[in-house]
């Protein structure tokens, strides 16, 4: 089992920045991947970003390219997803989730489990 907190969402203005965490409970966290997914009212949750359970694979969707970094620290058993240049059509949930799955996971139906979710708001 795997419990995942996230944190650091917010309000920020068009162009601002926010650093998303993700804290992982439990002793098995460095054999999991990582995910970051979002999702708004009406829509499916989308795939942001992934990682493997080394750190030396990353995936980004097409929108999250050159504006996010997501990174892991085994030690500290978090994820972060830095997030910059941030657009209005960044707003949404974000939710951090594990997968005990090390292919297909930019696929939000390999994860296990998930976390409580953290609004991020961009105005413009």
């Known amino acids: 089992q795997v419990q995942l907190v996230e944190s650091g969402g917010g309000l920020v203005q068009e162009g601002g920045s926010l650093r998303l965490s993700c804290a992982a409970s439990?002793?098995?966290?460095?054999?999991?991947?990582m995910g970051w997914f979002r999702q708004t009212p009406g829509k499916e949750r989308e795939f942001v970003a992934a990682?493997?359970?080394?750190?030396?694979?990353?995936f980004y969707a097409d929108f999250a390219k050159g504006r996010f970094t997501l990174s892991r620290d085994h030690a500290k058993n978090r994820v972060y997803l830095q997030m910059n240049s941030l657009k209005p059509g960044d707003t949404a949930v974000y939710y951090c989730?594990?997968?005990?799955?090390?292919?297909?996971?930019?696929?939000?139906?390999?994860?296990?489990?998930w976390g409580q979710g953290t609004q991020v708001t961009v105005s413009s």
């Open positions: 439990g002793r098995t966290f460095s054999s999991y991947s």
């Open positions: 989730a594990a997968s005990e799955l090390a292919y297909d996971i930019t696929y939000y139906g390999r994860y296990n489990f």
């Open positions: 990682i493997s359970w080394s750190g030396g694979t990353i």
